[in-house]
């Protein structure tokens, strides 16, 4: 199994970019977002603790996602590829996933950072405030922690996985489509 991070700030257009990307490259789309909204509306007990963390803007506990994380990969060990959707997003997670990817066999292949500046994302967040259901998009104040969490912990996460591996900065100001083609460029050679 393929892994391929796509990582960068909340509002960037990740999730939207997996949508895409998954049926092009026919990968797996994993979003550890996704997933924990998913274990809340199961009302595991793993799930409702998640979902403290998440409902308030803050990062899950890295112990509490290595075992989500684990399980993933678990769960996915047949497939060709990942796309994987917000993990990691602290160093401690970036060494989790190098050590989880070199025991299972499951090289990360490509990472890819979408950068959007913050005034963008603060518009975006607003936008999407007025459409979606989930908690954290729901309250404005949510917004900004939200951010504040990205230059606290994802961005010096990111900084350290260019310490580790190659990872392809895109600019993700744009149209959707044009940010697709871009980053299919650096995935061509998962279809060679
Ligand atoms: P997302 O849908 O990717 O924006 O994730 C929603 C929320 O889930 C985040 O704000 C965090 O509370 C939590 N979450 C998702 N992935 C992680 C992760 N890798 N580490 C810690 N918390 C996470």
């Known amino acids: ?3 391929i991070v796509i990582t960068g700030p909340p509002y960037s257009g990740k999730g939207t970019q997996c949508a895409f990307l998954k049926e092009t490259f026919n990968l797996t789309h994993v979003s550890t977002g996704d ?7 199961n009302k595991t007990e793993v799930g409702k603790l998640m979902s ?3 409902d308030r803007g803050e990062l899950v506990p890295d ?9 993933i990969m678990d769960e996915n060990a047949g497939k ?3 796309l994987l959707d917000g993990y990691p997003r602290t160093s401690p997670q970036v060494d989790t996933l190098l050590a989880f990817a070199a025991e299972r066999n499951a090289p990360v292949t490509h990472v890819l950072n979408i950068e959007v500046p913050k005034d963008e994302l603060l518009k975006r967040a607003k936008t999407r405030a007025a459409t979606s259901d989930r908690e954290d998009d729901k309250k ?5 922690k939200r951010i ?3 230059e606290e912990s994802i ?3 990111i900084a350290y996985m260019k310490t580790k591996m190659e990872v392809f900065d895109i600019n993700g100001l744009g149209k959707i489509e044009d940010i697709t083609a871009l980053i299919s460029e650096h995935l061509a050679d998962l279809k060679a």
């Open 1 to 3: 199994m393929n892994i």
């Open 35 to 41: 997933r924990i909204r998913l274990e809340k509306e």
């Open 52 to 54: 403290e963390y998440a």
């Open 63 to 71: 112990e509490v996602m290595k075992r989500l994380f684990g399980n």
């Open 80 to 82: 060709a590829g990942i």
């Open 140 to 144: 404005p104040e949510l917004h900004l």
């Open 148 to 150: 504040d969490v990205f």
């Open 155 to 157: 961005k010096p996460a």
